[in-house]
């Protein structure tokens, strides 16, 4: 057979040589063998291509393995030669044929020899014949052999796969479906689980029975009720029916009368399991489903490898492709004709979708084909891919497109396939940064330009152009010209309107003036300016359409399943070469002139947020090269930038401020943040809003810098420890430290203001900015004291879940116990409750067994009281102190040294004991616990003496000892009073305190050896009564009472006398285990006061007395062991026994009252004050009381030089720590804008104080963690200074709200002429000026408002001139002289009377209510007997209402003037007016300033007042009642009309209890004047009103 016969079958499609069979003395270099892919190459060529025992497919591009006897282990195409074999034996005889005719024409046979030759040639003719039938027959089954072996192969190793894929696929849903069914049974079970709980109905006749029984019970017991009641008291047999009570008590019962059998009675429910039905119930649920076989999918099953495909024959290789690939010729495209035919052919397959629709045109996809392909025609659509699902779906932007469903179906395996990248070829179309630009696929050029003429269709219509009545607004879509008759599609980004500085979110199109737009299909940026010449509305509608058109729902529904071409890509594993100042302007040069407008080859890596991970390969420049130029590698080749690696500095990272730690034993209330097990948490302190701050200003500040493209804060190489602000999985910005590297340009980050960890891209990192590093880290991180998890080293799941459940994202209250040498900080967790902590969180675990405490350790008992200990710690106690007692005795068991009457020890420090009665905070009893013993024996004595005695006719006179049963205990007493004939005698129990009525059958006489007392009256020192009385009120007794009574507490005597009440210091354990004053807990509630002490005593340092002389105690044990002092149950829970427990280091526990540091700060200097005469300043503050705070000018240019000063200085926040504010005038404040301000205190109100901003004037309150008592600048002097005005007095004597308000609108801010006329004696006092407005007085101006009057008696200095106003108006000489009337006097203000100080009480009498804590009151003492000229108010109106008449009517009526208005009985009393009511009538509302009540008068009632009456103080002055506020739910029907919120029975209820004598004490002058009112008893009066439930306490 010659090479031409069958060229495609025999030759060698690599070399062109045709298949040749090995000879003997040949090796076998052109015999066919066949790759695993199916391809067939001669030995020779494939010996040529292998590299490393790898042979890469010219054809398909697969890389094979070669076996391990190389390449002529791979096996022989058995057709082919069995095809070269046919054709050599088929020559060879043809070669003897020809012979044999050869030598038949040489001879001339005889006739003989021609009969035998005819014979012979007869004979061979057949032998031929059947030689020939022969030789074809086994050609044919040659090939038949050849096409049966390849099919027995597919055949074997297709059953093969199609077994396992399909065991694999059932056994998954044999699984899914079990699942299914265990979660249905799961649910069964749990829904008639839920029904058991009603199973109580189902047994109705027991429910009886147990009804008839509780009936029987309630009734018995009313009847012994009522029985017991009758033998107490006798007489109330009157009341009741005797015999039945004795009926129903006798009654037996009847146990035959009740069915007891009813609870041996089942439900009659039960589950039953049918097993018989199982099968069926099975299958009907379970079911193998057998149907028609599906033909499978053409993606390949997991784990399936190319080369374990069976390989195709030769003659299915070229026509039996998959309807989803058709390779073209080498040089040829395919006819549309035929393309048509294969796409119909391959949509009409199950798996495709139906033809596309021009309407709806899907994005196209491509299919897998050869390398050589996609090399030689990188443009060419081979198929569409159609999906349903994405029909209506909007088309997303950016990166995120390749990996959207229709990219995804065009390249399934263009990603990852086969366990290697495959390449697609993109043009890039803009360029940012070698991290920042954007590619389209070469393979959607047809699509753009379907696209493109669609768009430039679209923008042809008249309906695409804006009219007056659209908007553009962010976000949105448009059409925008390219250029001339080119149309590209885009998204609005920003637009600007006329006239507005900053962008809008939407703005009419007719007032446009510029726009900013992303080009979604190429994606750079452009800014376009809409300028038009004339500026009407035609013309700028014009400029509009000249630029841009809109895309209406037409077009964004035809244009919406074309996605956005521009796909944001970034170079994986590259950054700047040089990271202080990023992507130099070089390297965007370098890129785009490599990779210049050709197509690339792009690599897909990974993605990173926002951005496709990639790498872009160009052909080679050089062709004597085919290996293509890797982008990334030549930009780090030409030093524009390099591979990513962390970075380690030589340096010390930039760090935070670590957080500040609560203080040891405080209470206060926190958020756990994160936590990883309960010896590994963080909390955040709610103390303060900061995070709150900090947060919305990291959104603002990094938002914004995102949005604008800066790439200044961008980090590239990201240094473990350092600061920076990173984006959490909500897209919020948080402060943040790199604390790992796992690789991949991934940065393992924690959150320093949260204590949580995430691991994300370095592309998510900020560098922070300085304003960010004034705050500390927020996050505490913390562990719960003394826990230890069960197994001693690791925590359980379960254990961390359920701390997680009872904490997490929580408040919480936290007790810090001790100071950490390092993280974490041991803390106590209690969790919160409106009435203060609840539950201690690790006794909880400890209970639920999920952790335990560490050896010695014991956890605290929470008792209903707060004060008292637990009672085992009471009993361990006493054991204690029996034991360091030293008592011995007799075989008796009597003492040696027993002492009736109590001896106090030496040491009057820390004495532990019981309060065995409460009176008052002035006289209370208490035990020494180290008497308990003695005490259990008197009680013993006592009753030895005194029980065996017979009642003695004993006349009981006061102050007798006496033997007393009480409450079946015989104890010592004394008699308070002499017994009268009632028998009933007053007892004061001498071992306890308090007094107990009892018969005189009770007592017996005591003998003189147990005569005394082991309880001891005291009294609590450096404490008054509030509210100024000398006595204590009923509540402070009773709360002291309730807390107290019974309860532990460790005392210090302070002063040893004979006289009783001792005064000593009470400390009592709280539920944390704190100990707290008993004096600081009345204080704190306002129910003492601390004493003054005078200036010049001596201040004991409190860590010498009271605090100390608690460790004394834990120090000592009964075994005088240190190292077992804190495990000692016998001692009372310290707050810090961890503290405690080094004998080195015997501090206590230190009281939050106690660990505030003291300091002292001087004021800042005075300012300087300008000379007399006029000068320009500047208003920055005008204070509520009307005091002007300006600048001079300058101070003006000084001001900005010392707050860059301030600045500087300050870079970094002190530590934060407690202070005593008493001491401190000047200090340093952080403002709300994060800056620093000098400022001055000027009081202390709980967590905040009140600041003066010395250089600014302004006056805030301000939490103290914003405050520092240090000064800043201390050598510039204050340039801020107070003015007053001259010659002008408010109305009511005190600037009003509304004249400030009118102050500050016409002068904050602004520069003003003033006239200084007159500098105060102290420097820090405010100038006397008068203030010109454009040359108005700013005096006048008020007098003209009516907001002050002028003061006439002040006349203008000589040397002074006063400023004029400029001329308005033309000066005319107009004579009014005999024209005008008598013109009324101006009055002045009336007189406040002087109230006594603050704390100090007076009498008051209340003239009138307007609510339960409003009225109006008249200060009784030395304003009663006011006189003026010899004759009180009274005398004077009572003078002037006998000439009424002579008095002329109002003619001016000014806001707030005086005058006299006519009242209800007649008679005329001074006024004020307020405002009028109505015009026709003239009608006026007027105040009676005496009393507070209001009225509406007419003119004809009002008189003008005389100047004298001016002279006495008012007698009625609105105040408010401090202590009691209106109920948040009111409960009554009626309200008062004009304060709805106070009922007007709470107002009658306050009528009553003031008709009373009241006093009264000064709470509070500003805002407004503020009381507390007492009654008679020195009670407040607002009490019964808040125990009625008509008010609430404030």
């Known amino acids: 057979m010659d090479r031409g016969d069958n060229p495609s079958a025999v030759i060698c499609k690599l070399c062109g040589e045709a298949f040749t069979l090995p000879d003997e003395d040949e090796v076998d270099r052109h015999l066919p063998r066949v790759l695993l892919c199916g391809h067939i190459y001669c030995t020779s060529c494939l010996l040529s291509i292998q590299c490393e025992s790898v042979i890469r497919c010219p054809e398909c591009e697969v890389e094979l393995t070669v076996p391990e006897g190389g390449v002529y282990e791979l096996q022989e195409d058995s057709r082919i030669i069995?095809?070269?074999?046919?054709?050599?034996?088929?020559?060879?005889?043809?070669?003897?044929?020809?012979?044999?005719?050869?030598?038949?024409?040489?001879?001339?046979?005889?006739?003989?020899?021609?009969?035998?030759?005819?014979?012979?040639?007869?004979?061979?003719?057949?032998?031929?014949?059947?030689?020939?039938?022969?030789?074809?027959?086994?050609?044919?089954?040659?090939?038949?052999?050849?096409?049966?072996?390849?099919?027995?192969?597919?055949?074997?190793?297709?059953?093969?796969?199609?077994?396992?894929?399909?065991?694999?696929?059932?056994?998954?849903?044999?699984?899914?479906?079990?699942?299914?069914?265990?979660?249905?049974?799961?649910?069964?079970?749990?829904?008639?689980?839920?029904?058991?709980?009603?199973?109580?109905?189902?047994?109705?006749?027991?429910?009886?029975?147990?009804?008839?029984?509780?009936?029987?019970?309630?009734?018995?017991?009313?009847?012994?009720?009522?029985?017991?009641?009758?033998?107490?008291?006798?007489?109330?047999?009157?009341?009741?029916?005797?015999?039945?009570?004795?009926?129903?008590?006798?009654?037996?019962?009847?146990?035959?009368?009740?069915?007891?059998?009813?609870?041996?009675?089942?439900?009659?429910?039960?589950?039953?399991?049918?097993?018989?039905?199982?099968?069926?119930?099975?299958?009907?649920?379970?079911?193998?489903?057998?149907?028609?076989?599906?033909?499978?999918?053409?993606?390949?099953?997991?784990?399936?490898?190319?080369?374990?495909?069976?390989?195709?024959?030769?003659?299915?290789?070229?026509?039996?492709?998959?309807?989803?690939?058709i390779l073209p010729s080498r040089n040829k495209f395919p006819s549309p004709k035929k393309h048509d035919q294969e796409t119909r052919r391959g949509n009409s397959s199950p798996l495709q979708g139906s033809s596309p629709s021009p309407r709806h045109r899907h994005r196209s996809s491509l299919s897998r084909h050869s390398l050589a392909s996609d090399l030689e025609t990188p443009d060419v659509i081979i198929e569409e891919l159609l999906d349903e699902g994405q029909e209506h779906a909007l088309p997303p932007t950016g990166p995120e497109l390749a990996n959207d469903k229709w990219r995804i179906n065009r390249r399934k395996k263009?990603?990852?396939?086969?366990?290697?990248?495959?390449?697609?070829?993109?043009?890039?179309?803009?360029?940012?940064?070698?991290?920042?630009?954007?590619?389209?696929?070469?393979?959607?050029?047809?699509?753009?330009?379907?696209?493109?003429?669609?768009?430039?269709?679209?923008?042809?219509?008249?309906?695409?152009?804006?009219?007056?009545?659209?908007?553009?607004?962010?976000?949105?879509?448009?059409?925008?010209?390219?250029?001339?008759?080119?149309?590209?599609?885009?998204?609005?980004?920003?637009?600007?309107?006329?006239?507005?500085?900053?962008?809008?979110?939407?703005?009419?199109?007719?007032?446009?003036?510029?726009?900013?737009?992303?080009?979604?299909?190429?994606?750079?940026?452009?800014?376009?300016?809409?300028?038009?010449?004339?500026?009407?509305?035609?013309?700028?509608?014009?400029?509009?359409?000249?630029?841009?058109?809109?895309?209406?729902?037409?077009?964004?529904?035809?244009?919406?399943?074309?996605?956005?071409?521009?796909?944001?890509?970034?170079?994986?594993?590259?950054?700047p070469y040089d990271?202080?100042?990023?992507?130099?302007?070089?390297?965007?040069?370098?890129?785009?002139?490599?990779?210049?407008?050709?197509?690339?080859?792009?690599?897909?890596l990974g993605l990173d947020g926002e951005s496709l991970l990639v790498d872009l390969r160009k052909a080679p420049m050089d062709q004597s090269s085919d290996v293509p130029i890797s982008v990334r590698e030549y930009l780090v080749f030409i030093e524009v930038a390099r591979f990513y690696s962390p970075v380690t500095l030589g340096r010390k990272p930039l760090l935070y401020y670590p957080p500040v730690c609560p203080s040891i034993n405080k209470e206060l209330n926190a958020v756990v943040s994160h936590i990883n097990n309960p010896a590994d948490f963080y909390i955040q302190l709610v103390d303060n809003t900061e995070p709150l701050l900090l947060s919305a200003k990291l959104q603002d500040c990094y938002n914004a810098t995102t949005m604008a493209g800066e790439e200044d804060?961008?980090?590239?190489?990201?240094?473990?420890?350092?600061?920076?602000?990173?984006?959490?999985?909500?897209?919020?910005?948080?402060?943040?430290?790199?604390?790992?590297?796992?690789?991949?340009?991934?940065?393992?980050?924690?959150?320093?203001?949260?204590?949580?960890?995430?691991?994300?891209?370095?592309?998510?990192?900020?560098?922070?900015?300085?304003?960010?590093?004034?705050?500390?880290?927020?996050?505490?991180?913390?562990?719960?004291?003394?826990?230890?998890?069960?197994?001693?080293?690791?925590?359980?799941?379960?254990?961390?879940?359920?701390?997680?459940?009872?904490?997490?994202?929580?408040?919480?209250?936290?007790?810090?116990?001790?100071?950490?040498?390092?993280?974490?900080?041991?803390?106590?967790?209690?969790?919160?409750?409106?009435?203060?902590?609840?539950?201690?969180?690790?006794e909880l675990l400890v209970k639920e067994e999920l952790a335990c405490f560490k050896e010695g350790q014991s956890k605290s008992n929470d008792d209903s009281a707060i004060w008292d200990p637990p009672l085992e710690l009471g009993f361990a106690m006493e054991g204690a102190d029996s034991a360091?007692?030293?008592?011995?005795?007799?075989?008796?068991?009597?003492?040696?040294?027993?002492?009736?009457?109590?001896?106090?020890?030496?040491?009057?420090?820390?004495?532990?004991?019981?309060?065995?009665?409460?009176?008052?905070?002035?006289?209370?009893?208490?035990?020494?616990?180290?008497?308990?013993?003695?005490?259990?024996?008197?009680?013993?004595?006592?009753?030895?003496?005194?029980?065996?005695?017979?009642?003695?006719?004993?006349?009981?006179?006061?102050?007798?000892?006496?033997?007393?049963?009480?409450?079946?205990?015989?104890?010592?007493?004394?008699?308070?009073?002499?017994?009268?004939?009632?028998?009933?005698?007053?007892?004061?129990?001498?071992?306890?305190?308090?007094?107990?009525?009892?018969?005189?059958?009770?007592?017996?006489?005591?003998?003189?050896?147990?005569?005394?007392?082991?309880?001891?009256?005291?009294?609590?020192?450096?404490?008054?009564?509030?509210?100024?009385?000398?006595?204590?009120?009923?509540?402070?007794?009773?709360?002291?009472?309730?807390?107290?009574?019974?309860?532990?507490?460790?005392?210090?005597?302070?002063?040893?006398?004979?006289?009783?009440?001792?005064?000593?210091?009470?400390?009592?354990?709280?539920?944390?285990?704190?100990f707290v004053s008993i004096a600081d807990f009345l204080a704190s509630e306002g129910l003492a006061l601390r004493k003054r002490k005078p200036r010049d005593a001596v201040i004991q340092n409190p860590?010498?007395?009271?605090?100390?002389?608690?460790?004394?105690?834990?120090?000592?044990?009964?075994?005088?062991?240190?190292?077992?002092?804190?495990?000692?149950?016998?001692?009372?829970?310290?707050?810090?026994?961890?503290?405690?427990?080094?004998?080195?280091?015997?501090?206590?526990?230190?009281?939050?009252?106690?660990?505030?540091?003291?300091?002292?700060?001087?004021?800042?200097?005075?300012?300087?004050?300008?000379?007399?005469?006029?000068?320009?300043?500047?208003?920055?503050?005008?204070?509520?009381?009307?005091?002007?705070?300006?600048?001079?000018?300058?101070?003006?240019?000084?001001?900005e030089q010392l707050r860059e000063r301030i600045q500087q200085s300050m870079k970094t926040l002190p530590r934060q720590k407690p202070y005593t504010w008493k001491s401190v005038l000047g200090c340093a404040v952080i403002g709300p804008d994060m800056l620093w301000y000098r400022g001055q205190l000027l009081e202390v109100l709980g967590g905040h104080v009140k600041v003066q901003y010395v250089d600014c004037g302004l006056v805030e309150n301000i939490p103290v963690v914003h405050v520092y008592p240090i000064l800043l600048c201390d050598d510039v002097p204050q340039l801020c200074m107070p003015c007053q005005l001259h010659g002008i007095n408010p109305v009511g004597g005190r600037w009003q709200w509304d004249a400030v308000a009118l102050m500050k609108e016409m002068l904050l801010n602004r520069c003003v002429d003033i006239q200084v006329m007159e500098l105060p004696t102290d420097p820090r006092g405010p100038l006397t000026v008068e203030l010109f407005l454009d040359g108005l007085s700013l005096s006048k101006i008020l007098s003209h408002h009516d907001h002050a009057s002028m003061d006439r008696t002040v006349s203008p200095q000589k040397g002074h001139s006063v400023m004029s106003p400029a001329p308005i108006l033309d000066d005319w000489d107009i004579d009014t002289e005999g024209q005008r009337g008598p013109e009324e006097p101006m009055l002045g203000p009336f007189i406040y009377p002087n109230l006594p100080q603050e704390g100090q009480q007076f009498r008051v009498k209340v003239k009138h209510l307007l609510t339960p804590n409003e009225l109006f009151m008249w200060p009784l003492e030395g304003i009663a007997d006011e006189e003026v000229d010899?004759?009180?108010?009274?005398?004077?109106?009572?003078?002037?209402?006998?000439?009424?008449?002579?008095?002329?009517?109002?003619?001016?009526?000014?806001?707030?003037?005086?005058?006299?208005?006519?009242?209800?009985?007649?008679?005329?009393?001074?006024?004020?007016?307020?405002?009028?009511?109505?015009?026709?009538?003239?009608?006026?509302?007027?105040?009676?300033?005496?009393?507070?009540?209001?009225?509406?008068?007419?003119?004809?009632?009002?008189?003008?007042?005389?100047?004298?009456?001016?002279?006495?103080?008012?007698?009625?002055?609105?105040?408010?009642?401090?202590?009691?506020?209106?109920?948040?739910v009111s409960k009554q029907g009626d309200v008062l009309p004009y304060s709805p919120k106070w009922s007007v029975k709470a107002a009658m209820h306050m009528i009553d209890l003031l008709h009373s004598n009241i006093s009264a004490t000064v709470v509070a002058r500003e805002p407004e004047l503020t009381v507390l009112l007492y009654n008679e008893e020195g009670e407040l009066i607002h009490l019964p009103l808040v125990s009625s439930g008509l008010a609430e306490l404030e």
């Open 1103 to 1199: 860590k010498e007395t009271d605090e100390q002389s608690l460790v004394s105690e834990i120090q000592v044990d009964g075994s005088g062991d240190k190292k077992n002092t804190p495990s000692t149950p016998s001692l009372v829970p310290l707050p810090s026994v961890s503290s405690l427990s080094t004998p080195t280091h015997p501090k206590p526990a230190p009281r939050t009252i106690m660990s505030a540091e003291k300091v002292k700060t001087q004021l800042y200097q005075p300012p300087e004050l300008p000379c007399l005469g006029h000068i320009q300043i500047s208003v920055c503050a005008i204070r509520e009381d009307g005091l002007i705070y300006a600048r001079t000018q300058n101070a003006e240019c000084q001001l």
């Open 579 to 604: 990271l202080t100042k990023g992507w130099s302007k070089e390297a965007q040069v370098e890129f785009h002139r490599v990779v210049d407008s050709a197509a690339v080859e792009m690599r897909p």
């Open 82 to 325: 069995g095809l070269i074999y046919t054709a050599k034996m088929n020559k060879i005889k043809s070669l003897r044929c020809e012979r044999s005719k050869n030598r038949r024409r040489s001879k001339l046979p005889t006739s003989t020899e021609v009969n035998t030759m005819a014979e012979n040639m007869e004979q061979t003719a057949d032998i031929e014949k059947t030689e020939k039938a022969v030789d074809e027959a086994l050609a044919r089954a040659a090939e038949n052999l050849a096409q049966l072996e390849y099919i027995h192969e597919t055949l074997t190793t297709g059953l093969a796969e199609q077994v396992k894929r399909e065991r694999a696929r059932l056994e998954m849903e044999i699984k899914q479906a079990a699942d299914k069914s265990l979660h249905a049974i799961q649910k069964w079970k749990d829904m008639q689980l839920n029904q058991l709980t009603k199973l109580e109905a189902r047994f109705s006749t027991t429910q009886t029975e147990v009804c008839s029984v509780q009936e029987k019970i309630k009734a018995l017991e009313i009847a012994m009720q009522m029985a017991r009641e009758v033998r107490r008291v006798p007489f109330l047999e009157k009341y009741c029916t005797l015999d039945k009570v004795l009926e129903t008590l006798q009654a037996p019962v009847d146990n035959q009368s009740f069915n007891m059998k009813c609870i041996t009675v089942g439900s009659g429910m039960s589950c039953v399991f049918h097993s018989e039905s199982l099968n069926q119930s099975l299958s009907l649920s379970l079911k193998m489903e057998v149907s028609s076989p599906k033909q499978l999918s053409e993606s390949q099953p997991k784990g399936h490898q190319p080369g374990s495909s069976p390989r195709k024959p030769p003659w299915q290789r070229t026509e039996g492709r998959n309807s989803n690939s």
């Open 1430 to 1528: 010899g004759e009180t108010l009274d005398e004077a109106l009572t003078r002037i209402n006998a000439n009424i008449n002579i008095l002329p009517r109002l003619t001016s009526f000014p806001h707030g003037s005086p005058c006299l208005a006519e009242y209800s009985d007649g008679k005329y009393y001074r006024a004020r007016l307020v405002k009028f009511t109505s015009v026709e009538p003239v009608m006026v509302l007027v105040q009676h300033v005496d009393f507070g009540s209001d009225d509406t008068l007419p003119n004809s009632k009002l008189r003008q007042m005389p100047a004298k009456l001016l002279g006495f103080s008012l007698r009625a002055l609105k105040v408010k009642v401090a202590g009691f506020k209106a109920p948040s």
């Open 713 to 842: 804060l961008n980090v590239y190489c990201p240094v473990i420890g350092q600061a920076y602000v990173a984006r959490y999985d909500d897209k919020l910005w948080y402060r943040a430290k790199v604390i790992g590297h796992p690789g991949g340009r991934k940065v393992e980050v924690q959150y320093v203001d949260f204590g949580n960890r995430n691991i994300l891209s370095v592309s998510d990192l900020r560098k922070i900015k300085d304003e960010f590093f004034a705050l500390p880290s927020m996050a505490i991180h913390c562990c719960l004291s003394d826990m230890i998890p069960l197994d001693g080293d690791t925590w359980s799941d379960v254990c961390t879940n359920r701390f997680i459940k009872l904490a997490h994202q929580k408040l919480v209250t936290i007790v810090a116990t001790a100071v950490p040498k390092s993280e974490p900080l041991p803390v106590k967790l209690f969790e919160s409750g409106l009435n203060g902590p609840l539950d201690n969180i690790a």
């Open 414 to 575: 263009s990603l990852y396939d086969n366990k290697r990248n495959v390449s697609q070829w993109v043009a890039v179309s803009h360029i940012v940064n070698p991290c920042h630009f954007y590619v389209r696929y070469v393979a959607e050029k047809r699509e753009s330009e379907t696209l493109s003429k669609k768009i430039n269709h679209f923008c042809c219509r008249d309906s695409c152009r804006f009219t007056s009545r659209d908007t553009v607004e962010t976000g949105s879509t448009v059409f925008v010209k390219w250029k001339e008759e080119i149309w590209w599609r885009a998204s609005v980004v920003e637009v600007l309107k006329n006239g507005c500085v900053e962008a809008v979110e939407s703005c009419p199109v007719d007032q446009l003036a510029s726009i900013r737009v992303f080009f979604l299909d190429y994606g750079l940026t452009k800014s376009i300016t809409i300028q038009s010449e004339k500026g009407t509305t035609e013309s700028l509608l014009k400029a509009v359409n000249n630029y841009l058109r809109k895309v209406g729902e037409a077009a964004n529904v035809e244009l919406g399943h074309f996605a956005p071409q521009a796909i944001r890509c970034s170079l994986k594993d590259l950054v």
């Open 884 to 1074: 360091n007692q030293k008592i011995t005795g007799d075989q008796n068991g009597e003492p040696l040294e027993f002492q009736p009457q109590l001896k106090l020890p030496a040491q009057l420090k820390d004495l532990k004991v019981r309060v065995s009665h409460v009176n008052s905070p002035s006289s209370f009893y208490v035990q020494l616990t180290q008497n308990d013993s003695q005490l259990k024996k008197m009680c013993e004595l006592v009753k030895q003496e005194c029980a065996i005695m017979e009642p003695q006719d004993v006349t009981w006179k006061a102050d007798m000892y006496c033997a007393a049963h009480i409450n079946g205990v015989w104890e010592r007493g004394q008699i308070g009073s002499d017994v009268t004939s009632s028998n009933i005698a007053e007892v004061m129990r001498c071992d306890h305190g308090n007094t107990v009525k009892l018969h005189v059958s009770n007592l017996r006489p005591l003998p003189s050896s147990l005569i005394g007392s082991f309880a001891l009256e005291c009294t609590l020192t450096d404490i008054r009564p509030a509210g100024g009385s000398s006595t204590w009120t009923a509540t402070a007794c009773d709360l002291i009472s309730y807390y107290l009574t019974g309860a532990s507490a460790v005392m210090t005597i302070k002063e040893l006398t004979d006289e009783r009440p001792v005064p000593v210091t009470l400390f009592c354990s709280n539920r944390m285990g704190q």
